[in-house]
């Protein structure tokens, strides 16, 4: 059985720090993988994608691969009350599987 | 620019009504999916298709059933509902990349 795993949190950070979102997954042939954010009674919204390792940054985010320790981060950068929402980590293979979410709220 | 479309948006019906929860791209994938999710839940796979003709369970057990008869459309039905099917049904579908869902359709049955 293919497994995504996150920290269901809920993890809290101040306004204007860095939050910190951590992703492992089983299948090591794994190629491509999400970041989505939803927010409460919203359906999720693709924000990053990465295909290889090391890092990929787009605005205020920054998604960083280690396809060796099976591993996908998504830093964001100066945190906003508006990011608060929960964040879901993909992996695709055949299909996307979806972790279980990490939610994040961000304290002004 | 919503690609994917979803209706109704809010649907609450009566137990034992026959319902067809409608989804449509216009993207020109052929894969498309179906999850439920119940409030801070996670998302679970009930339908998906490859194309034309091409339907699949998911990982979790549905009564409902789909059809794939056009590229665009993939309707989602239950037959007889029920209040133990009261929940968020979102429709997906993808090219190469990650996918794109749709709004959903909150399904309130009573």
């Known amino acids: 059985q293919k497994e995504v795993e996150q920290n269901s949190g809920p993890l809290s950070v101040p306004e204007g720090a860095i939050a910190s979102l951590n992703c492992t997954y089983s299948d090591r042939g794994s190629q491509s993988f999400f970041w989505y954010r939803q927010y409460s009674g919203k359906s999720p919204e693709l924000i990053m994608s990465i295909y290889s390792n090391g890092d990929k940054e787009d605005g205020r985010f920054t998604a960083q691969l280690n396809k060796a320790s099976q591993y996908v981060s998504l830093l964001i950068r100066d945190s906003q009350p508006s990011d608060s929402a929960t964040y879901l980590c993909a992996v695709r293979d055949d299909k996307v599987i979806f972790g279980p979410g990490t939610s994040l709220s961000v304290i002004p | 620019e919503a690609d994917i479309y979803q209706t109704p948006r809010y649907l609450v019906i009566g137990t034992g009504k026959k319902i067809t929860l409608e989804c449509s791209q216009t993207?020109?994938?052929?894969?498309m999916y179906w999850y439920q999710q119940d409030p801070g839940m996670e998302l679970h796979l009930i339908h998906y298709s490859y194309g034309v003709n091409s339907t699949e369970k998911g990982d979790l057990s549905s009564e409902s059933t789909v059809s794939r008869i056009r590229t665009e459309h993939f309707p989602l039905t239950l037959e007889s509902a029920r209040p133990s099917h009261t929940s968020q049904y979102l429709c997906a579908s993808t090219g190469f990349g990650g996918y794109t869902f749709g709004s959903g359709t909150r399904l309130t049955v009573v």
């Open positions: 993207m020109g994938h052929d894969k």
